[in-house]
């Protein structure tokens, strides 16, 4: 996935509204979860939603890529961080709140996985907490065929990069590549991301699999890609 792109990932994202997006998760837990105070991040990449969202909780982070997981460390000194998969990753500890932000399920790329990753997520919650899953796009609202292109330009670091947006069968093909420019050098880097495109009967039968209840779709979520919400019943 981010074979590449790690090091200067923030910077490609520079961007996104994190604190904004925190803040209104924020919200949405305490309709759900007012007396919430522990967080599971899943897929937390560089700890940029964790930076925020632990003025409110206890917080814990997972992924499974290591290089973004020494930018999070670095970011968020003291909260503890796992390397795991997020489709079977058993932890000692249960959360109030467990979170799946920004289009990270989507890695899992079928299905059936997406399946199995909700259901470890909700066995890591505590009775009453609950769970928050950012999607990618569904199958109907993927974009195909076109090109796309970003830019970041610091005094230090400039990145311009392009990407060509596929589709094998159910999942999405992009074809990313990188023109990083510093001081020293410009250089050239290649990555391919493949991201599942799964349906909202899927992310909610996924949830009900999971044996959640109170299953909301919201389609503007944090930043206009949707959010699923469900909670572990109490009994």
């Known amino acids: 996935m981010f074979t590449k792109s790690a090091p200067f990932y923030d910077a490609l994202y520079h961007f996104v509204d994190y604190e904004g997006a925190t803040r209104r998760l924020h919200e949405l837990v305490q309709q759900r979860a007012p007396t919430a105070t522990t967080l599971l991040d899943v ?10 969202l632990r ?15 020494v930018a999070a460390r670095e970011r968020c000194p003291g909260v503890p961080f796992h390397e795991a998969s997020m489709v079977d990753f058993a932890l000692p500890e249960r959360f109030d709140v467990v979170t799946c932000l920004f289009s990270a399920i989507g890695y899992v790329q079928t299905p059936e996985v997406m399946h199995q990753a909700v259901g470890t997520m ?10 928050v ?18 830019h970041h330009d610091a005094p230090d670091l400039k ?23 510093t001081p020293d050098r410009v250089e050239h880097l290649s990555e391919q991301h493949r991201i599942g495109l799964f349906t909202q009967e899927q992310h909610l039968a ?10 909301e779709h919201d389609p503007a979520g944090l930043v206009g890609r949707g959010l699923y919400v469900g909670t572990r019943p109490r009994s």
């Not at 897929?43 to 925020?52: D, E, F, K, N, S």
């Not at 003025?55 to 997981?69: H, S, T």
């Not at 950012?134 to 970003?150: G, H, L, M, Q, V």
Request: charged share 15%; proline share 5%; hydrophobic share 40%.
């Open 55 to 69: 003025q409110w909780y206890d917080v814990a982070g997972l992924d499974l890529d290591p290089q973004l997981l």
């Open 122 to 131: 909700a066995a890591h919650l505590n009775p009453g907490g609950v769970l």
């Open 206 to 215: 996924a949830m009900a699999d999971a044996g959640l209840t109170g299953l």
């Open 133 to 150: 899953v950012e999607p990618w796009f569904e199958p109907d609202r993927y974009w195909s065929d076109t090109i796309t292109a970003n």
């Open 159 to 181: 990145i311009c990069w392009m990407y060509t947006s596929k589709r094998d069968g159910d999942v999405s093909v992009l074809d990313i590549q990188y023109l990083v420019g």
């Open 43 to 52: 897929g937390c990449g560089t700890g940029r939603h964790l930076q925020h």
